[in-house]
């Protein structure tokens, strides 16, 4: 079998460097096969022929969808108009995601995050501002939809009382939560195909308000 480095693997294959050690960090199958000798890394020739195949345009896809969250997230960020740049403008204490056992439509995961508000605002609705926003995506490996939400509770006493609620509201769920940090741009990843009908919704319990009428 015969090796190439790095410099004529980037020939051959017409690749740049970074699109080389992309493709093999998805296709670990693949990187198995090469060689490191002498602290190089040796790539092997057979290998090219995956560059202008099936696999490599799966890797484009893939960046061009990146670029244009990229564009999308530029522009909202430049559209002081648009609901995303609101939301990226308030305080926000937690990042959640719901993925239901069921299998549950627009309609059902739009109810749901409703019922959760309702629940939490009557319990803690007069001793804390509380504000959610989410979003509903379909799963990309089965049947069904998720939501992905933040939640902002003034009151910091309650953080820890109100993340144990929600995860007992869910408790037939899987619930994935972390603190909101707004440099990961979790609001953008939510919104990044829009907001539209039962896809989203803002509720808050201030006399100021930004709704999805339905």
Request: glycine share 4%; net charge neutral.
């Amino acid at each position: 079998m015969k090796y190439e480095k790095i410099k004529e693997f980037i020939k051959s294959t017409k690749s740049s460097k970074s699109t080389i050690y992309r493709f093999y960090k998805k296709n670990e199958e693949l990187w198995s096969e090469t060689q490191f000798k002498n602290g190089k890394r040796f790539f092997l020739v057979d290998h090219a022929r995956y560059f202008d195949s099936e696999i490599m345009f799966d890797e484009n896809k893939i960046l061009r969808q990146e670029n244009q969250s990229m564009r999308n997230l530029i522009d909202c960020l430049a559209d002081k108009t648009s609901f995303q740049h609101t939301f990226w403008q308030m305080d926000w204490s937690f990042f959640f995601t719901v993925s239901y056992k069921l299998e549950r439509n627009k309609t059902s995961c739009f109810k749901q995050m409703h019922g959760l508000y309702d629940y939490l605002n009557e319990k803690h609705g007069t001793s804390t501002e509380l504000r959610l926003f989410f979003t509903t995506e379909p799963f990309t490996n089965r049947k069904g939809y998720h939501n992905h939400f933040v939640i902002y509770i003034e009151d910091k006493k309650l953080h820890e009382q109100i993340v144990t609620d929600i995860q007992e509201y869910f408790s037939y769920d899987r619930i994935d939560v972390g603190a909101y940090d707004r440099y990961k741009a979790g609001l953008f990843y939510m919104s990044k195909d829009g907001l539209s009908g039962e896809d989203w919704d803002f509720i808050n319990n201030t006399t100021s308000t930004t709704s999805n009428e339905n």
